[in-house]
């Protein structure tokens, strides 16, 4: 939990970073472009200040710069200047990056790349173009689509190569972050090296310091803590001062893992310390959290647990006001091991369900909307102040404790342990006795439900064997009779009639014998199933259905769970059809790893998505048995009016 979490914070820093500085606004700039633009301009040249009033409007008011970017860019559009407009939008994207909130950025990308398609007559124009689809690339890397995230590396790499420019390191750089979350660490290898290199062909400062930052990371990732160790020492010969903030802000990030790695832990909390002062300076909240989460893990290795929860609150507390989410998640997740070994089990327990809590909100992240406020402003002197005076008064305290109590303190001690071990006793046979209960309403459902599909089947085949074959019999006999027989024209096309209706019960007595049953499910697997049954559904005319499954392509799914997975989808279908009077439908079947995700979408009249939890139908009863059954989480969003979304995740 924690070191995949500090790896993947690291890689953002190193790679995306590197390609983008902050622009660290003061009031006189934003003055002076203001000044500026009350005079009289030519077009492009108002413009481009519009966009530079924006970015230097960005660290002191971020909804006022959105704002700015977005006039920018209405601008540059009346005026037909697609460059300038491109430009602007690409700039308002970057910030929602920076928090996680890659929807909105990635329709603001788009729409920016629209507009710098259009005007590609320059080098520069070209150039702009390319660090859009490097920006493209960073988001789809972020959603893990790492495979449309390194189709628009290259394409961006093209286009930096057709506008001339020399040094491709952040380029390079962003291709082997891919790699490195993918789990390729010779690819990871290979483009950190082509970046170095092209840092090296360029013989900017600025490149070189880059280039030996990223291969830092690679070092980092093999847990080459030496050779980490060799190349930060070469990229420490090209620091300076000048350099954009996000560019020292990795420095000092990346400095503090390796000699956090080396064990050498003064140093490394000393290097921290100094991205988090460098974070706060730059006023940039994002990048003050993590230093402080990194010195709760040394201090939690080290066994100073009280420093290690002292600076962890703080950490969490940062990256609540923020809302930054995966710091979050990281906080919470180093609390509940501090609290544990401190023995607070209560805090551990709570901290531990926030966790929980977290990481599903976080994989569900493009259904939900992030309302993320960057540019609070953090009382940082006052809370360790705060936190120095707690420390003071609990000292007091013990001291007094200490005098008053002397001896007595034994006792209390022996009172302590052994009501805490009478409680946790309890609570062990109480979390005993719910699992059995849980195991033993399990055990019925899962024999309900066998019981249920194995009456279905017999039932599928008693009316497809026996009643079927009787039919086809019945058939077949009438049209030899047929031959033989002489009648009238009237009952000759009576006779014709119940031919046909014979016919139509076949038909009708298959489909339902299907229905119970499919043949499909058994023979084929879920995934098969699934298709078979929404082709069936869109040749019925009465819904049109997509489906699409993603990791259902081997059929090793247990065929219990299968067939609950197949009977939940098949009455959802159903429910669009019979009650939300719905035109179309989206099914979707994905299996990531060890978690099966179902989600069936309509577009009907939609209802109360409280009432759902009260509803006592059968069908909804039903879902929410096989849902408990397979031990799975199920999420209804609807409102009347605005069609329905059911989402259920297992993990059989």
Known sequence: MQKTGNFKRLLFLSAFLCGYAISLAQQPLVDSVATLLKKDLADTARARAMIHLAKYTEPLDLKKAHDLYRSAADYALKKKLYYFAGMALRNDAMPYHRTS?????????????????????LPVHKKELGQAYNDLGNNFRSVDRYDTAVSYFLKGIAMQEEAGLSDMTVSYTNIAAIYQQMKLPAKQDEYSTKALAAAKGSKAPKSLFAGYLYRVHYYLEVENFDAAKKNLDTARLYLSNDYPFALTQTYYTLSGVTFQQLKQYDTAIKYYEKAYEHARENKSPWNMVEPKIQIGHIYNLIKKYPEAEAVTLQAVKMAEDGNFKGFMQEGYGLLSVIYEQMEKFREANDYTWKYSDLKDSIQANDRKEFALDLEKKYETEKKDNQLKLQKAELKQKDIYNYILLGGALVIVVLASLFYRNYRQRQKFQQQRINELETQQQLTATEAVLKGEE?????????????LGGMLSGIKYSLNTMKGNLVMTPGNAQAFERSIDMLDSSIKEMRRVAHNMMPEALVKFGLDTALKDFCNDINQSGALKVNYQSIGLEENTTDELVAVSIYRIVQELVNNAIRHAAATTALVQVTRTNDIISITVEDDGKGFDSNLVKQAKGIGWTNIRNRVEFLKGKIDVQSQPGQGTSVLIEIKP
């Open 101 to 121: 909130d890659y929807k909105t950025e990635l329709t603001i990308l788009r729409e920016a790349i629209g507009y710098l398609e259009k005007q590609q007559t």
């Open 454 to 466: 194995q009456e279905r089947s017999r039932l599928a085949k008693d009316l497809h064997d026996g």
